[in-house]
């Protein structure tokens, strides 16, 4: 079976892909227990117009599509930056076994970042993770992207 990394520079394919279309760059790809890449997605909720259109999301329903199935038990997510609530809640309710992601989001992570919410008592399935997978890597590419929209109009004159 290939390693995390190479999962992750497959997730942060999709998170160029989403760069390309001007949205946030991130990316994510699910992976089954026999290691064969059943689902990726990047994020698109403005060219979707789809406010649920997060990388995590897309991946998780091209996964269950595949599987038909959407329990996905045995499987990880690899995704470029942690996941928010709405992510965090759909992961728990597709079983998934692992997520593993790239960089930390101090604003909205639900993972390490704001709260652990798969750490909580009251859900009744657990996800292992691991987090700070290619986080250089995934952070560039936020910080590039929110860069180029902070310049002012013009440039540096």
Not at 40 to 56: C, K, L
Not at 77 to 94: Q, R
Not at 119 to 141: I, K, S
């Amino acid at each position: 079976m290939r390693s995390d990394t190479y999962y992750m520079h497959r997730a942060l394919d999709q998170a160029r892909e989403a760069l390309s279309r001007d949205e946030v760059p991130v990316g994510a790809v699910v992976v089954d227990a026999v290691g064969e890449l059943i689902g990726a997605g990047y994020n698109a909720p403005v060219g979707a117009h789809d406010p649920s259109a997060h990388a995590e999301i897309r991946a998780l329903r091209a996964a269950a599509e595949r599987a038909a199935n959407y329990r996905l038990e045995g499987c990880t997510l690899y995704v470029t930056l942690e996941p928010c609530l709405m992510c965090t809640g759909a992961i728990i309710n597709a079983r998934l076994a692992r997520v593993v992601y790239g960089a930390a989001e101090p604003r909205t992570g639900m993972v390490e970042s704001r709260a652990n919410l798969f750490a909580q008592p009251w859900f009744n399935h657990r996800v292992v993770v691991e987090g700070g997978v290619l986080a250089t890597r995934a952070r560039r590419l936020m910080q590039d992207f929110f860069a180029v929209r902070r310049e002012p109009e013009g440039g540096a004159g």
